[in-house]
């Protein structure tokens, strides 16, 4: 068959930097904080569309950090990130077009939990009617029908977890960060979300970095799995790349203990 033939090469994107699939590109990615300490130290990974990409490592290794960086709430040292093949390195966070759940929740206190679901959809000017309805489906879909009209300060941390979680959602984001999401739930409600998130990646075509210090909640979400330590990628690959091919030490023993 000829290349003009094929029905592979018809379909074929321009090319991009790296693969015509690559979403999110970090080069030299470094972070040192103003008292010195090296958080993240020159890091490089790629993240293709369409992928559940999840960065485990323990605690203090740089995830969010890294994620902190990605979505510009942070000064870089040094290194560069590209989405979509353009540089956003230097783009403040509202430009960049990136959802990003915190760690912290940061929902507005003085709006309710609707309200905080609701208000990014009233910034980006979508109409009444739409709103409600996107805003009701979230509720729905994160088990927050009952809570609505409540204020974060009476939730749970769990709730307040799915309050935020919902705010990112509602938005639609082609590229979505989100950073130890589900840590405030109990198992069950766990595993109900990670099969929400996976319904939403499916549905909204959303690309995801999700970071966990949780081996087996990896395993379970990712299509790439980026392993940190100490501010360094260990390792990144498939999920049966990382797990039956670990190519360190500390890959191996990280992974080890869920095998
Ligand atoms: P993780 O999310 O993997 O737990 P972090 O990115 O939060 O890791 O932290 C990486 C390193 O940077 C840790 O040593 C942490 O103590 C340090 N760190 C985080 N935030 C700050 C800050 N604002 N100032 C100084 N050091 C920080
Ligand atoms: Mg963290």
Redo the contacts with the bound molecule.
């Keep these: 068959m000829s290349e003009m033939n094929d029905p592979r090469m018809q379909s074929e994107q321009p090319e991009q930097l790296g693969s015509s699939r690559t979403m999110l590109g970090v080069s030299g990615l470094t972070k040192i904080y103003p008292d010195g300490t090296l958080a993240v130290d020159d890091i490089d990974f790629a993240v293709e569309a369409g992928d559940f990409c999840v960065i485990i490592g323990p605690s203090g290794c740089g995830?969010?950090t890294t994620l902190h960086s990605l979505v510009g709430n942070l000064d870089v040292t040094a290194g560069t990130v590209n989405l979509n093949g353009v540089e956003i390195t230097d783009q403040p966070t509202h430009q960049r077009d990136i959802g990003l759940v915190f760690?912290d929740f940061q929902l507005f206190p003085h709006l309710s939990v609707s309200e905080n679901i609701e208000y990014g959809l009233e910034q980006l000017g979508i109409d009444d009617q739409k709103r409600r309805q996107r805003t009701e489906r979230l509720l729905e879909m994160m088990q927050l029908e009952n809570l609505a009209d409540r204020d974060p300060e009476e939730l749970s941390a769990g709730q307040k977890q799915r309050v935020a979680l919902a705010r990112s959602l509602v938005l639609e984001p082609k590229l979505l960060l989100l950073?130890?999401p589900l840590g405030d739930m109990d198992y069950k409600l766990q595993k109900r979300m990670e099969r929400e998130l996976l319904r939403v990646h499916r549905e909204f075509d959303t690309t995801f970095v999700y970071?966990t210090h949780d081996q087996t909640q990896a395993m379970r979400l990712a299509d790439q799995i980026i392993v940190m330590n100490d501010g360094q990628v260990e390792q990144s690959g498939s999920v049966e790349e990382i797990y039956n091919s670990p190519n360190t030490a500390f890959v191996s023993a990280f992974v080890g203990d869920s095998n």
Excluded: A, G, N, R
């Design positions: 995830k969010s760690q950073d130890e970071v």
